[in-house]
């Protein structure tokens, strides 16, 4: 294999192998824009490091002839003391993962060669600068110093020399700063800061391997799922220099503004700043526009590479640049991220500019960002105090008290608390502290700044560089403008959407885009926003293209003519046991426990005209489109008294010698029917075989709602549908009765009712023997729910709390079972099912109605097995079309 590609030879195509960030400089080297030299190490060489605890064998040698050319392109050797090479060395695994991986800068410098830097550059200072941050640089991420060391000392230096910024630092100081870091090198790694230029370079690698492993980076991949197996590439590249004075500099611009996707000149340039200053927020930036004044001639070339980067990439590009004394220089560029409202309008906005089309405009969105922009807002005309006003760095409204660590951070998000993370700035060590927040305030740095990036891709509110707050970390407070202190554990809220920062809690309202879907906001109407009407052409793109239907799980009128509003083609889950809930509980318990037939055929009586009313009302809502009606399947506990409760009050009684002859009869039937696993106990069918009637006037319910339905010319399309069937004579025993209750009813009536009957395959037996029950009947719904939990023996009410963060924490799934569909396991059995049952009866309608008809993943999944149809609760019904659209096109 080969291990290293010159940015010559790779492509974007190639971000599997070189990385995103390898790919990309390769693409706009071979675009003939302006990237400095260099090389890229692939991400095969990493995980071969990774697995074997060495490098592969070639890899020095195909890395010295790299070096070797690159040397010539240069004109000079890497560490040549009159005139020294350096270079960067820089991580870049194929998903961007800002921050979380190692970069070490000027690369090549010694005790020797800062002295040829100096005289080459002119500039003593400036290469005494370089020197001090390739140390601490270096000593921090390669020799594994504790970074605070480095920091504290260049405190000190500071404060002995009186000034307030490090640029104000002379050569002599920071000479004098350079042995002092040498000293910490020495002392806690136990080794000289190496001098070899090659052995600088060879370490830097292997850091930036291993970094791929290190603690940040992993949370970080778990809570973006990406894989962890991935590795990263690591890219050699010649130093270009944005700290040589006032005509250097560097930058971040965005080809459209990612808040909004409005195409214009977005963000942000310091002036005689080096790498990571910007993104680090250290100095505060000026916006890119003001480029134009300092170095007109950078800005033109820059905003002419701007256009030719979003001609080439279709797409919002973002970029990295360096101004090195009026030259300018790309040091990357990716598709940039943006907030979930942009995704829809630059969609939109290409389609119209003829760059892409309707399908490719749904592979730019998703269904979670649709998802994230159903979320409430705020009410701006609420009365609150605005306290100040930052940056608005990725949407949301987010409501909390506030906390000024990431350690006070997860230890109040895991007691249940909703918490604001208030920092000064972030870094990556408070990742997990961001994870835990509902929202992220920061008093520095632009939009992007680590804060404003990390949280955009993790979809949380961030409102950032609120300059007139004064965060003291320390004190754990924030002073806001007149003076009020805000202590630890006051609730204030951030708006993500306008950088709005409130005292106190600020009440929310709907999404525009849930006003959309109700039909409370219209697209083409003249007062619609912008997002709305993208939003509008997207769900009809999906809905153009899908082949999968899209149902609702609802029990009553109210969710399913919302359902309907939201696109709901139909209600493909019932459940009846909703209806049974409340003021019904009593009479459901009566029949469960009744001991005489005379007491169950009263209970069934009364509970016949109240599942006819709900049925008529069902239907009703959804005339025209199919109900599937799912007959009665309660965890039986859930409707029987507390055994304790119970046993406590005969106890009490027989003590105080009360008469308690009922209470002991209930006692003693609870106690029959009590279960150790009720989820494995009498539920679904068994329910319906083991107490005669209950199914027959559920399904007379059904049938006589339907004729009353019919005869008010309405149009009914029930479906009745038999739960947790293992076993096939389970389900012919149900249907003959309930086949004889229909033609009974329709007999009385004189209606033709056209019921279908069908089942839920939610056990693995069911699954297994699914050409048998394809037999009896009429149509498969998939409960996944149900199958998850008895394919991998995990009760799905007990896992999540107890042992489920342990096994995402060892990476045995990236992402719990009940949410996203096991495609191996309980996915191969749905496949295999769906075709067994096909080949018995090739009009056999197939659904899916557990949680996983409404999880993006999952609706790519039953798309691919050839479903018919996914079910969902109400509010997912717009992502469920979206993704099936996307899955289709
Ligand atoms: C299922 O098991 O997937 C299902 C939809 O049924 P319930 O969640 O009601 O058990
Ligand atoms: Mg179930």
């Keep these: 294999a080969k291990f290293v590609y010159d940015f010559t030879e790779g492509n974007k195509d190639l971000k599997d192998l070189l990385g995103g960030k390898g790919a990309n400089l390769a693409e706009m080297t071979n675009l003939g824009l302006p990237v400095p030299p260099g090389f890229t190490i692939t991400t095969e060489a990493c995980k071969t490091y990774l697995d074997s605890g060495e490098e592969p064998a070639a890899l020095r040698d195909e890395v010295s002839a790299h070096l070797d050319a690159l040397e010539v392109t240069m004109g000079k050797k890497l560490g040549q003391a009159d005139d020294p090479l350096l270079v960067s060395v820089r991580s870049g695994a194929k998903f961007s993962m800002p921050g979380m991986m190692d970069t070490v800068l000027n690369i090549g410098l010694s005790d020797k060669s800062v002295q040829g830097l100096a005289k080459q550059a002119g500039d003593d200072r400036f290469a005494w600068d370089s020197y001090r941050r390739l140390i601490q640089m270096f000593g921090k991420t390669v020799l594994g110093v504790d970074g605070d060391l480095f920091e504290e000392a260049l405190e000190a230096a500071k404060t002995a020399k009186k000034v307030a910024v490090d640029t104000e630092l002379e050569a002599a100081d920071l000479k004098k700063l350079v042995t002092k870091f040498k000293k910490i090198v020495k002392t806690e790694a136990g080794r000289d800061f190496p001098q070899d230029p090659r052995e600088q370079m060879d370490l830097a690698i292997k850091a930036v391997f291993e970094s791929w492993n290190g603690e940040r980076a992993k949370l970080y991949r778990r809570q973006e799922r990406i894989p962890h197996d991935l590795g990263t590439a690591v890219n050699v590249c010649s130093m270009v220099f944005g700290n040589l004075g006032p005509d250097s500099g560097t930058g971040v611009a965005f080809t459209r503004d990612p808040a909004s996707g409005h195409q214009g000149v977005y963000g942000d340039y310091l002036q005689n700043a080096q790498g990571e200053d910007v993104v680090a927020g250290i100095r505060n930036t000026v916006a890119l526009a003001d480029l134009e004044q300092i170095d007109k001639k950078s800005y033109d070339q820059l905003m002419q590479i701007m256009e030719t980067l979003e001609n080439h990439y279709l797409d919002l590009c973002d970029i990295e640049f360096t101004i090195e004394r009026g030259q300018l220089w790309m040091l990357q560029t990716r598709v940039g991220k943006r907030t979930a409202g942009a995704a829809f309008r630059i969609a939109t906005q290409l389609v119209d500019q003829g760059l892409i089309d309707e399908a490719e405009a749904l592979q730019r969105v998703t269904g979670a960002q649709l998802a994230q922009l159903m979320f409430p807002r705020f009410d701006d005309e609420a009365k609150v105090e605005k ?178 509003r939201f696109g709901a083609q139909g209600i493909g889950l019932c459940r009846t046991e909703h209806m049974f809930l409340g003021d019904r509980r009593e009479l459901v318990e009566r029949l469960i426990l009744a001991d005489t ?41 859930e409707f029987l008294p507390d055994i304790t409760e119970l046993s406590v009050r ?71 549908m038999i739960p947790l069937v293992g076993t096939v004579q389970e389900l012919e025993i149900v249907r003959e009765e309930a086949d004889q209750v229909i033609a009974e009813v329709e007999a009385a009536t004189g209606a033709k009712l056209k019921l279908s009957i069908g089942t839920m395959i939610e056990l693995p ?97 039953f798309h691919e097995v050839g479903l018919d149809y996914v079910s969902c609760s109400p509010f997912r019904i717009p992502v469920a079309r979206l993704e099936a659209g996307r899955a289709a096109s």
Excluded at 478 to 496: A, C, F, L, N
Excluded at 601 to 606: H, Y
């Design 387 to 564: 306290v100040g006003r930052g940056i608005a760095a990725s949407p949301g409204a987010a409501v909390g008290k506030a906390v000024f660590d990431s350690y006070t951070a997860v230890k109040w998000s895991r007691s249940g608390e909703k918490v604001i993370l208030v920092r000064r700035e972030t870094n990556p060590d408070d990742l997990d502290g961001m994870i835990a927040a509902e929202g992220i305030l920061t008093s520095r740095g632009g939009k992007t700044s680590h804060a404003a990036v990390v949280a955009r891709g993790m979809g949380k509110t961030c409102v950032c560089g609120a300059e007139e707050l004064e965060v003291d970390t320390k004190r754990r407070r924030m002073t806001v403008p007149g003076g009020h202190v805000v202590e630890e554990g006051d609730v204030i809220s951030i708006d993500g959407s306008s950088g709005k920062v409130y005292l106190g809690e600020v009440p929310v309202v709907p999404s525009p885009v849930v006003e959309y879907f109700e039909g409370r906001m219209h697209a083409g109407a003249e007062d619609a926003d912008e997002l709305v009407e993208a939003v509008h052409r997207i769900m009809a793109f999906a809905d153009r293209k899908r082949r999968l239907r899209v149902r609702a799980n609802a029990d009553n009128a109210e969710d399913a003519l919302r359902a309907r």
């Design 597 to 637: 037939e005379a007491v169950r055929e009263e209970s069934l009586k009364e509970l016949l005209p109240l599942q006819k009313q709900d049925f008529v009302q069902l239907f009703e809502s959804m005339d025209g489109l199919p109900v599937t009606v799912r007959l009665l399947d309660p965890p039986l506990h």
């Design 650 to 720: 005969v106890a009490l009684a027989e003590s105080r010698q009360e008469p308690h002859e009922n209470e002991l009869r209930l006692l003693q039937a609870v106690h029959r029917l009590h279960e150790q696993n009720p989820m494995l106990g009498l539920r679904g069918v068994r329910l319906g075989l083991v107490i005669p009637g209950l199914f027959t006037m559920q399904v007379r319910a059904i049938a006589e709602a339907a004729a009353e339905r019919k005869a008010a010319k309405g149009d009914p399309r029930a479906e009745i």
């Design 765 to 861: 037996r069911a699954a297994l023997t699914a050409g048998q029950i394809a037999e009896a009947a009429e149509f498969f719904s998939f409960g996944t729910n149900d199958l998850t939990q008895t394919v991998w023996g995990f009760s799905r009410d007990d896992v999540e709390a107890s042992f489920f963060t342990a096994y995402l924490e060892k990476g045995i799934f990236g992402v719990s079972p009940f949410e996203t569909i096991d495609k191996d396991g309980v996915g191969s059995l749905v496949a295999a099912a769906a075709k067994a049952g096909r080949a018995t009866r090739p009009d056999l309608k197939l659904g899916v109605c557990g949680e996983h008809g409404g999880d993006p993943e999952s609706v790519h999944f």
